[in-house]
């Protein structure tokens, strides 16, 4: 089945690597938080691929800096992100202990 203009079809296409996905996740939190400035501390939580591995869950850490270097507070962001193309599916906040 064809999938796209070239007619090659998902399987034959190549996958992202892992550190592309994680790259992929990273780009799309700094470009939608109001204040990317303040994003320090960026860890990777979680990455696993799901979905028949066409798709890859990505969890982020992330420290927002308040007004004063003190004032810190700790976020965590799961994404889902096209295994092939890179393109981020979904952001959503991430709960610990919830999986």
Request: zero cysteines; proline letters at 5%.
């Amino acid at each position: 089945m064809a999938n796209g203009k070239n007619g090659t079809t998902k399987e034959e296409k190549k996958k992202l690597t892992p550190r592309q996905i994680v790259d992929a996740a990273h780009f799309y939190l700094k470009s939608v938080i109001p204040h990317p400035e303040k994003i320090a501390d960026v860890r990777i939580e979680q990455l696993e691929p799901v979905e028949s591995n066409n798709f890859w869950k990505v969890v982020l850490s992330y420290d927002i800096i308040g007004d004063f270097p003190f004032d810190k507070k700790r976020e965590y962001k799961e994404f889902k992100i096209d295994a092939y193309i890179g393109t981020v599916i979904s952001m959503k906040i991430f709960e610990r202990g919830k999986a």
